[in-house]
């Protein structure tokens, strides 16, 4: 399984970006899928998930803001994130959470102030 993210970038508070997750080796149409992030010296969290029958979920530090999706046909899973913050900096990958694949190179999003 090959996990590829990438649209990371600088942006200003409060911009928008929208990170794209390209499978290989596993469908996105059959699995829970996430997108995970890891901030200097800190864990890594997962931030948003999606069943493979559509359902999403967050956590509060994110909702409202981040929306997960995907596209089956093209085995890829997006995150657009809004209303972006300082603390929303971090280098973000995506995976399976059921079945957790090895993990891409990810793709480093820089929120300045």
């Known amino acids: 399984v090959q996990l590829q993210a990438s649209g990371g970038g600088l942006v200003q508070a409060g911009g928008s970006l929208r990170l794209s997750c390209v499978v290989s080796?596993?469908?996105?149409?059959?699995?829970?899928m996430g997108w995970y992030r890891q901030a200097p010296g800190k864990q890594r969290e997962l931030v948003a998930r999606?069943?493979?029958?559509?359902?999403?979920t967050y956590p509060d530090s994110v909702k409202g803001r981040f929306t997960i999706s995907k596209d089956n046909a093209k085995n890829t899973v997006y995150l657009q994130m809004n209303s972006l913050k300082p603390e929303d900096t971090a280098v973000y990958y995506c995976?399976?959470?059921?079945?957790?694949?090895?993990w891409g190179q990810g793709t480093l999003v820089t929120v300045s102030s």
């Open positions: 995976n399976r959470p059921l079945s957790v694949a090895p």
């Open positions: 080796g596993s469908s996105v149409r059959f699995n829970d």
């Open positions: 999606i069943g493979s029958s559509g359902w999403t």
